[in-house]
C-alpha cells in the first residue's frame, strides 16, 4: 500500500529564507509524486510533479523538489520565501498505473515579515 | 475557461438531514473524485468515477453516495448515517486511467452540521 508522511505539521520561515518541506513516500511500483498548495478556504493547485525522466523538477512561484529514490523521498524547497507562499502544502503519490492518489497529512507554512 | 465548479461553497444542515453537494466540470475529464479534508488529516477520498454510470467507494465511503450519469457531474450526497459530516468537501477530476494522476480540484464546499 502507498502512503505519504510530511515531517512537520507547522513550519514557520522568515521572509527571504529558505523553504523545505519535507515528504517521504512509500510505493510498492514506481511512483508519481505531486505537491499541492491549497490557500484558506480554496482547493488545491499543482506545484509541481515528477513522473519520469529528471529527478529535479522545477514548478511554479519559484519552487522545486528532487525526487531522490535511495530515501523515499520528495521535499520541496525554494530558495527565498516570500509571504505569499504562506499556505498549506500537500505532498502526494499515485502509482505509475493509476487508479487514486494518495496525500499526506499537509504541512502549514507560514512567513514572518 | 475550463475548470470545476463546486456548489454551494458553504452549507448548514440539521442533525438527520441528506444534503447533495453538486460538482460539474467542463475539462472532458473521464474521472472525477470526491475528498473530505479535516485539519490536520489531509484528503481522504470518499468515493471516485472512471466512467459514466460507474464509481468506486474510496477509504471513508461510509454514510455518502454518488452518482455519475453525466461525464460532466458527480454529485456527493451526505446522508443522515454520516456521524460526523461537518467537514470541507472537495471535487477533483483528471484525464482517466492512464493519465500521472495529476487532479484538477473544485473551490470546495464546507459543510456544517447545527
Known amino acids: 500500500a502507498q502512503s505519504v508522511t510530511q515531517l512537520g505539521s507547522h513550519v514557520s520561515v522568515s521572509e527571504g529564507a529558505l523553504v523545505l518541506l519535507r515528504c517521504n513516500y512509500s510505493s510498492s511500483v514506481p511512483p508519481y509524486l505531486f505537491w499541492y498548495v491549497q490557500y484558506p478556504n480554496q482547493g488545491l493547485q499543482l506545484l509541481l510533479k515528477y513522473t519520469t525522466g529528471a529527478t529535479l523538477v522545477k514548478g511554479i512561484n519559484g519552487f522545486e523538489a528532487e525526487f531522490k529514490k535511495s530515501e523515499t523521498s520528495f521535499h520541496l524547497t525554494k530558495p527565498s520565501a516570500h509571504m505569499s507562499d504562506a499556505a498549506e502544502y500537500f505532498c502526494?503519490?499515485?502509482?505509475?498505473?493509476?487508479?487514486?492518489?494518495?496525500f499526506g497529512p499537509g504541512t502549514s507554512l507560514s512567513v514572518i515579515p | 475557461d475550463g475548470g470545476i465548479t463546486q456548489s454551494p461553497k458553504y452549507l448548514f444542515r440539521k442533525e438527520g438531514q441528506n444534503v447533495t453537494l453538486s460538482c460539474e466540470q467542463n475539462?472532458?475529464?473521464?474521472?472525477m473524485y470526491w475528498y473530505r479534508q479535516d485539519p490536520g488529516q489531509g484528503l481522504r477520498l470518499i468515493y471516485y468515477s472512471q466512467i459514466v454510470n460507474d464509481f468506486q467507494k474510496g477509504d471513508i465511503a461510509e454514510g455518502y453516495s454518488v452518482s455519475r450519469e453525466k461525464k460532466e457531474s458527480f454529485p456527493l450526497t451526505v446522508t443522515s448515517a454520516q456521524k460526523n459530516p461537518t467537514a470541507f468537501y472537495l471535487c477533483?477530476?483528471?484525464?482517466?486511467?492512464?493519465?500521472?494522476?495529476?487532479?484538477?480540484f473544485g473551490e470546495g464546499s464546507r459543510l456544517t452540521v447545527l
Open positions: 502526494a503519490v499515485s502509482r505509475a498505473s493509476y487508479d487514486k492518489v494518495i
Open positions: 477533483a477530476s483528471s484525464t482517466g486511467t492512464g493519465n500521472t494522476g495529476e487532479l484538477f
Open positions: 475539462l472532458n475529464h473521464d474521472a
